[in-house]
């Protein structure tokens, strides 16, 4: 099987910059996805494919995916991005894996 | 507006099948690649099992805890997906969500709202 890891949470403070890291043997050879979700709603896309954002997705979310680590950084971050990231990338034998989950809060 | 609405979930007794459609609409449902996903609540998220379109086979892939018991299809001409889950277990109780999925380049790009699902006596 194939497993992502990311820390259980990450705390900062409104304005400033919040890495979240995410781990998977040769995740840096497959695409790497982040969705935010917040209390009772869906999950939404953040980053595809590394580095790109969707539309009406904020440009201070950014990402990238090197080695064994996908890292999403919201920079400047406001408190509504408080949440749960999550992590997620292809592989042939496992499929869809999703990352376990971090939470975002902005102190 | 690309919409997508879940229905079929219930509360079913251990061992018992239950079948989930998903109603898509606002995009080329025909060319869409499709997957469930699913969420015990206050859990995390865990793929179920994805389909991908006619020009690309229909293949299916399953998450191992699923596999051989459930089953994805599609209905083109109604645009809509389905998920047939067969003796069921108490592990399977969660939210389920239909979601789209960028081909080649991953990303599931379109969710829908959910549908719960608890399996207990």
């Known amino acids: 099987s194939y497993e992502l890891t990311q820390p259980p949470s990450v705390s900062v403070s409104p304005g400033q910059t919040a890495s979240i890291a995410c781990s998977g043997h040769?995740?840096?050879?497959?695409?790497a996805s982040w969705y935010q979700q917040k209390p009772g709603q869906s999950p939404v896309l953040v980053i595809y494919?590394?580095?790109k954002r969707p539309s009406g997705i904020p440009e201070r979310f950014s990402g990238s995916n090197s080695g064994n680590t996908a890292t999403l950084t919201i920079s400047g971050t406001q408190p509504m991005d408080e949440g749960h990231y999550y992590c997620?990338?292809?592989?042939?034998?496992?499929?869809?894996?999703f990352g376990s989950g971090t939470e975002v809060t902005v102190l | 507006e690309v919409q997508l609405v879940e229905s079929g979930g219930t509360l079913v007794n251990p061992g018992g099948s239950l079948r989930l459609a998903c109603a898509a609409s606002?995009?080329?449902?025909?060319?869409?690649?499709m997957n469930w996903v699913r969420q015990v609540p206050g859990k995390g998220l865990e793929w179920v099992g994805r389909?991908?379109?006619?020009?690309?086979?229909?293949?299916?892939d399953y998450a191992a805890p699923v596999r051989g018991r459930f089953t994805l299809s599609r209905d083109d001409s109604k645009s809509t997906l389905s998920l047939q889950m067969n003796s069921l277990t108490p592990e399977d109780t969660a939210v389920y969500y239909c979601?789209?999925?960028?081909?080649?380049?991953?990303?599931?790009?379109?969710w829908g709202q959910g549908t719960t699902v608890t399996v207990s006596s």
């Open positions: 389909i991908k379109s006619k020009s690309d086979a229909v293949t299916t």
């Open positions: 494919q590394d580095t």
């Open positions: 606002g995009f080329s449902f025909s060319d869409a690649w």
């Open positions: 979601t789209t999925e960028q081909q080649l380049i991953g990303g599931l790009d379109v």
């Open positions: 040769k995740l840096g050879d497959k695409y």
């Open positions: 997620q990338a292809w592989d042939s034998s496992a499929g869809n894996v």
